[in-house]
């Protein structure tokens, strides 16, 4: 009788390994999600209610005007021509000296005409451009300032962000993912000891559809 006992009480054992294991691979990568993606949950729902009320919330923008004038030498490089319109980068020189003129990085396309080059300056809680007379040397540019909620907002949009922003959403996305799916498999695992488990994880997911379904038109 106790030989044929064995196996069985080495099953059971087997079997409490593998959930014990799972179980402590669960609670890792849910607090390991939880931690990457802490800060940035709070940013976004912190920017979720000011994207929700940006008409109540709104400042008031500052705009900021500079004029100068492209060196001689420079001026060269994109003297008029009879090419058509079209949209390429400024020339690394002439690039360089705008990025000093703004204060930033003058990067991206410009739209080149027969009078001018025009270079769109857009960033997060803000908006720019420099315009460049091809034959006077004559550069203007304008600087508009909507604030830090304004700011904030754009990055939750990933608006104007850059390449390094957008990786950061995809790689806090996938950690929210993650997170949330091995919450789930918690939830799962312990529902047994919590009865209002899973009526409220049907309400989360009740309460918007209603909501779509009856007031959104």
């Given at each position: 009788?106790?030989v044929a006992k064995q196996p069985a009480k080495q099953d059971g054992k087997a079997k409490k390994?593998?959930?014990?294991?799972?179980?402590?691979?669960l609670h890792t990568w849910h607090w390991i999600s939880s931690a990457i993606s802490l800060i940035?949950?709070?940013?976004?729902?912190?920017?979720?209610?000011?994207?929700?009320?940006?008409?109540?919330?709104?400042?008031?923008?500052?705009?900021?005007?500079?004029?100068?004038?492209?060196?001689?030498?420079?001026?060269?490089?994109?003297?008029?021509?009879?090419?058509?319109?079209s949209k390429k980068p400024l020339p690394a020189p002439v690039a360089a000296w705008v990025g000093?003129?703004?204060?930033?990085?003058?990067?991206?396309?410009?739209?080149?005409?027969?009078?001018?080059?025009?270079?769109?300056?857009?960033?997060?809680?803000?908006?720019?451009?420099?315009?460049?007379?091809?034959?006077?040397?004559?550069?203007?540019?304008?600087?508009?300032?909507?604030?830090?909620?304004?700011?904030?907002?754009?990055?939750?949009?990933?608006?104007?962000?850059?390449?390094?922003?957008?990786?950061?959403?995809?790689?806090?996305?996938?950690?929210?993912?993650?997170?949330?799916?091995?919450?789930?498999?918690?939830?799962?695992?312990?529902?047994?000891?919590?009865?209002?488990?899973?009526?409220?994880?049907?309400?989360?997911?009740?309460?918007?559809?209603?909501?779509?379904?009856?007031?959104?038109?």
């Amino acid at each position: 009788m106790k030989v044929a006992k064995q196996p069985a009480k080495q099953d059971g054992k087997a079997k409490k390994a593998r959930k014990t294991f799972w179980l402590k691979q669960l609670h890792t990568w849910h607090w390991i999600s939880s931690a990457i993606s802490l800060i940035g949950l709070l940013l976004f729902a912190f920017t979720g209610i000011t994207l929700n009320h940006a008409a109540d919330i709104e400042g008031e923008p500052k705009v900021v005007e500079a004029a100068e004038k492209l060196p001689a030498d420079l001026l060269k490089q994109i003297a008029p021509d009879n090419a058509p319109d079209s949209k390429k980068p400024l020339p690394a020189p002439v690039a360089a000296w705008v990025g000093k003129f703004v204060g930033r990085t003058a990067t991206g396309e410009a739209e080149w005409s027969a009078a001018e080059v025009y270079l769109p300056l857009p960033r997060p809680g803000g908006d720019g451009w420099v315009s460049i007379d091809r034959e006077t040397g004559d550069v203007s540019s304008e600087a508009t300032d909507r604030g830090w909620i304004s700011y904030l907002n754009d990055l939750h949009k990933g608006r104007n962000s850059g390449s390094a922003w957008k990786w950061f959403i995809d790689i806090f996305a996938v950690a929210c993912f993650i997170f949330a799916l091995t919450g789930l498999f918690l939830l799962w695992l312990h529902s047994a000891k919590r009865p209002s488990t899973w009526p409220l994880v049907a309400l989360g997911l009740i309460i918007p559809a209603v909501i779509a379904v009856i007031f959104i038109h």
